[in-house]
């Protein structure tokens, strides 16, 4: 659509110029004899005049009544129907005049009136045509002769009707023909969405008539007259706004009208209706040059409006491109225009991975090309919450959940499951692309976000999920355009999903899952597993996994959770407590390769399972399968278990043997260090001792003088893992009680600092105490229930820091006071340096060391301990520690020549100490 050339006038004072003839741009026909010129444009809107045709009376068109009831009683006004060819008047000059340059000479004795009237003439000057005598001879006018003085002009009037009454034109015609040229106007939609529906997709002829603002006009809808009111689908531009009776225009408002009046005031457009809004239609108008809905865009002067734009049926994408356009250059109302989403780098827009967890209906984590794992966001969508149900109270529904003994999030928040197990079924084990939409900044309070696009099987996955109403469209401020790249699409999902009333968009009462958790109890494990065995091979979904053999299953048949222990082998295990809540005993070999392993076979896939028995723990024993793979035969396949002899009465014994036997000819994992634990076992050592430092730094110290050191190395792992958590939990933190912890799981807890630390549970204390053990510093701690959460599989990749150790070739004193001392001399002698540590041998599982001074390698900590009279030298019988054995000797003799310490006491007391 391009602009109508306006005429300089000769005297720029006047906008319609000088002299007796003026110019024009004609703006409006407001009957078949007045029209509305417009003058030259000043840096703004430009002057009108209201021009009456001198002489001649044209038919009067019907007005609009002042309300609907008008036009029932048809009481309110008496010209509500047209007269006779008074609409072929008004559009015989519409399409002649509209937008035309057009010259008039005014009656001098009604200039200055609110009307004015003269001859108007098509073109720049008077030589172009006389726009009343064409009416006239079109039988559209009539030639007023009462009281009017004749002149040549009028004469030639006369003449020309006289003419049309002959020729029967226009009005002229027959009489019984008349009604045939009134309309039949419909002033008001009785059920304007209806209308929309019945005519949706279809381009309607029409008229525009009046125009409100920019973004708001009235139309007549061709041939049926139906007299509408249309908003512009998508764009919202500025407004005038009635403030103590006075309408007040917003800044550009009164331009954006202009702008939209001057391309489509009285022009034949074509509306394609799309929507609705309250009595008014939402609509693109289509017009052969342009449209002005992405015109206005472009210009500055209107912004794209999120709420409507779900109802644009087609160029989208151009509209959203308009509008970025319009920003970058600062047009208009564009013109201070700051984003409130500072924008984050993206180093990598498109990446692959292979989804192996998914943790919420918005959030999953991939595993990465390089073996590293990566947590991103679904771009402009928000999984189910509490207050997303939209048939009932969220308060009482929260009350509800908290009032349960062990309220599970996942089961109890409606549509959170479905949420879930839609993007499961779709997503895990696969191989996906994603597209980074944008990075929501990390802050003091948020961790940073990746916010993606997943498109697999060329679906949209957030799309399929809202428009299922399993998530809600995040809504954005005007200013802010980090958001999905196919938000539009999104905004209409879930427009469908509403229209629909399906998930949490549903009036209905909202689907409860109920679960049985039999995890732990062993009255209700009893109950169960008569069930279970008699059902053989079932179902079920694999919720957690603890450890290479031990994971939470969920079973849909018998909607409950149990907790499962393979059957016929032996699994290296992860760090665990002790018996009797003693300290930690460390991982063993291979425990957290075991573990990732199953974890990647089958965390959140559907297997089965075949019970055998139980354990008096409550846990069951048995058989599982993923993708007819047998998961125990698989692990001792791969190194990673051994065959129990528990097994031998199985049917699968013969598998199990079989496969232990390739991964011991292969040497794999566990069977590359069997001779090593051979000779360990026969005690075929070394004549030479081994050294092999690490530098430590020693975080806890207990009574037995036993202490937790973190290596040096992976310190920097550590600290980047520990913000990450911190930053994810005070972004998103988990629901309090929502965790039920067990005996040997790793969670999140946290400290009395108030910050989250990953924790193993060593034993709960009832109703709502645990003791935790933090495994990356090696404190315990008694904390309430309601500061442990569950900790995202992402947390756990990284092995624990804090590592128990004991000072070897030492022993302690029997006397509680004497150990008190040399615990105390050890921490003050410790604390705040780095050590380098050297295993000298191992014993019920715990690395006895010897530590020595990072910067002074002659200062052996062991050894001061003897020399200072604070603990005895252990004696020890290998070859290759005889060297270090002599020299702790050496100095206790020493301490005991010098009677320091334990060597001061008499005789009597020395008893007891030895």
Known sequence: MSTTTQIVPSNPANPFGSGSVLRGTVKSILSGDTIIVRGVPKGGPPPERTVGFSGITAPKLARRPFDAAAVQAEAADKEIKDEPFAWEAREFLRKKLIGKEVCFVLDPKTVGNKKEYGVVYLGKDTSGENILEALVSEGLADVRKGGMRVDDNQTRLIQLEEAAQTSKKGKWGPTE????????????????????????????????????????????LLPSFQYVTIMFTGIKTPMFKME?????????AEEAKYFTEVRLLQRDVKVLLEGTSNQNLLATILHPSGNITELLLLEGFAHCSDWSMKSVTNGVDRLRSAEKSAKEKKLRIWKNFQSTSPAVEIKEKNFTGKVVEVVNGDALILKLQDGTFQKIFLSSIRSPRLQDVANGDGEAANKKIDAKNRPRPLYDIPYMFEAREFLRKKLIGKKINVEVDYIQPKSTEFPEKTCCTINYGGINIAEALVSKGLATVVKYRQNDDQRSSFYDDLLKAEDRAMKKGVGLHSKKEAPVIRVADISGDLQKAKHFLSFLQRAGKCEALVEFVASGSRFRLYIPKETCLITFLLSGIECPRGARPSAAG???????????????????????????????????????????FVDGVNLSVALVEEGLARVHFTAEKSNHYGALQQAEGRAKMKKLNLWSIEEEKKEEVQEVVAVERRISYQTIVITEISNELHFYAQNVETGPSLEKLMNQLRLDFNHSPPIPASYTPRKGELCAAKFSDGDWYRALIEKTIPPNKATVLYVDYGNHETVDILHLASLPSTYQALPHQAHLYA??????????????AAVKFFSEEVAGRQFLLNVEYKNLGIDYVTLVDADDKELDIGQLLISEGLVV???????????????????????????????NASPFDRSSSK
Request: hydrophobic share 35%; charged share 35%; with cysteine.
């Open 807 to 820: 000072l070897a070739c030492i022993t302690l004193p029997k006397d509680p006071e004497d150990v008190q």
């Open 873 to 903: 030298s252990e004696k020890r019988r290998e070859k290759h520690l005889k060297e270090l054995v002599d020299r702790y000797k050496a100095a206790e003799e020493k301490a005991k020549r010098d009677r320091v310490n334990l060597w």
């Open 177 to 220: 023909s008349l009604s045939e040229h009134v309309r039949d106007i419909s002033w008001n939609l009785e059920n304007p969405r209806q209308f929309v529906e019945s005519n949706k997709g279809k381009e309607i002829d029409a008229v525009i008539e009046f125009v409100r603002d920019g973004c708001t006009v009235r139309a007549f």
């Open 582 to 624: 003693g300290p930690m005993m460390p991982a063993d070999a291979f425990g957290e390769e075991a573990f990732n392993y199953v974890k990647e076979m089958i965390m959140q896939k559907e297997v089965l399972v075949e019970v055998e028995s139980m354990d008096k723990g409550g846990n069951f024993i048995g058989w599982c």
């Open 244 to 252: 103590d009776g006075t309408s007040t225009a917003e800044p550009y």
